[in-house]
């Protein structure tokens, strides 16, 4: 099966299988050079929740390997007329060879992967995963520093509702990392995500405050706060605007620390790093290209050569 | 056995004995049996036991548990052992076993799971991660179920 829908789907070996698979694909993934490994096949784009890197990414990635790609959203869709996802996932299922899902409702992936036979990727579900951005935060991460292995990551921000960080802390424990966990009381990890963590044997550190680890970190992860995920707007202005990282901050970091956003960004994350080596999270935008590339040939079984050019 | 002459011997039906000390209500909860039904049912608690130190006891006449009704069983009293009574005579003993996934007993707890929505048609799933300490998480959004309410959730 090649679903995609935790990041426990994947071994320590396939992660770095697709990572080095990614890395082949690069030049693919520039438009420097065409390789239509996928050329016939089709992939579904379903977005019932809004997206816009992550469904074009994973549109370029599809049409830059020769295959086609469909776009469903739910606005103007049957699902706005109350189709079940059930029913969604079946006419899917007869249309294309692959999809990728996006859903407000946690467990929409693995609902989807039980309910067709085609393999699905889950490109988040509400607030629980979303393994593919975890692929391409671990590609930009290994691009930087060239291993996985025992770095310190700092994440920062929305812990609660940010599934970014859920699926990335699960991922990079089991290279060795060591977590600083930095958010404001009422958005930390969830408890069962940092006992999950720390029964693997996770060397983690949470904190409100985001100044004293940024100069031993070798990552840091910054998140929005999503105002969307908050049930009332008292809640969310308490917390907004609670960190901002700013060039200024960046004095005494490692000279290889890198500073990483799944981005869109708001406020937390000030337009004065983009200028600094630090910055990572437009490149790191890109690589969502060639990673998701390697996940859409490993859904559907194909190969990618060791080699290209 | 003195205990179990606290109540009297059952014709036809089920005994369950060795129910967690305080648990009964909620055994019959989740059996279903506590609301809507006729026949007689009798209930000890907090009695002396050897096993277990305190415990319940619950007799339900001219009721025979089927398999999917100790599943549920499962959720709240994993060790208790149940008979079944014909004729005064222990007919049948059952255990109660834990597998390793309830399917369609319990509904995923969590608002925003997918199997909320009541026309989604595939069967509610969760999966039992461990039983001692019991830890039950939806197979399909992956949440945490608090065992203690998994009653309020029984489909």
């Known amino acids: 099966m090649g679903d995609l829908i935790t990041m426990d789907d994947l071994t320590n070996e396939e992660i770095l299988q697709i990572l080095d698979d990614a890395n082949i694909l690069l030049p693919v993934a520039r438009g420097e050079l065409y390789l239509p490994l996928l050329q016939g096949k089709v992939l579904g784009n379903l977005f019932f929740e809004n997206s816009t890197r992550t469904r074009m990414s994973f549109e370029t990635a599809m049409k830059r390997l020769g295959g086609e790609v469909l776009n469903l959203s739910s606005i103007g869709s049957s699902v706005a007329k109350g189709e079940t996802l059930y029913d969604t996932m079946q006419m899917v299922d007869g249309y294309s060879d692959i999809a990728v899902i996006r859903h407000p409702n946690q467990g929409a992936a693995q609902y989807s992967a039980d309910a067709v036979d085609i393999p699905i990727l889950n490109a988040g579900d509400g607030a629980g995963n979303h393994p593919t951005q975890t692929m391409l935060d671990l590609f930009t991460i290994r691009e930087a520093h060239g291993t996985l292995e025992g770095l310190n990551v700092m994440m920062v921000g929305d812990l609660r509702y940010g599934r970014t960080t859920h699926s990335l802390s699960h991922a990079l424990m089991r290279f060795g990392a060591k977590l600083t966990l930095v958010s404001p009381k009422s958005l930390k990890m969830p408890t069962e995500i940092v006992s999950d963590l720390k029964s693997h044997g996770g060397d983690i550190n949470e904190t409100i405050d985001m100044a004293s680890s940024i100069d031993s970190a070798d990552v840091i992860y910054m998140t929005r706060i999503q105002k969307e995920r908050f049930p009332d707007e008292e809640e969310y202005n308490k917390v907004a605007g609670i960190y901002k990282l700013t060039a200024g901050d960046l004095g005494n970091a490692k000279s290889g620390m890198i500073v990483m956003h799944p981005l869109p960004r708001v406020n937390e994350l000030d337009s004065s790093v983009d200028s600094t080596k630090h910055a990572k999270y437009f490149q790191q935008a890109f690589n969502g290209v060639p990673t998701r590339m390697a996940l859409l040939c490993r859904g559907l079984s194909v190969n990618v050569p060791r080699k290209v050019k | ?155």
Do not use: W
């Open chain 2, 1 to 155: 056995m003195s205990e179990m002459r606290r109540v009297t011997a059952i014709c036809n039906g089920t005994a369950i004995d060795h129910i967690p000390s305080g648990n009964a209500l909620q055994v019959l909860k989740m059996l279903r049996l506590d609301v809507g039904r006729s026949n007689p049912i009798s209930m000890v608690m907090n009695v002396p036991s050897g096993k277990m130190g305190r415990k319940d006891v619950l007799k339900i006449e001219d009721r025979e548990l089927n398999q999917e009704e100790l599943d549920r069983l499962a959720l709240i009293a994993p060790k208790a052992s149940v008979a079944i009574i014909r004729n005064y005579r222990v007919a049948e003993k059952r255990t109660i076993e834990l597998g390793s996934e309830l399917v369609n007993i319990v509904r995923c707890s969590f608002s925003n799971c997918i199997t909320q929505n009541s026309r989604e048609p595939l069967p509610h799933k969760l999966k039992i991660i461990s039983s001692e300490p019991m830890e039950i998480r939806c197979s399909y959004c992956g949440r945490h179920q608090n065992v203690d309410e998994m009653v309020e959730f029984i489909i």
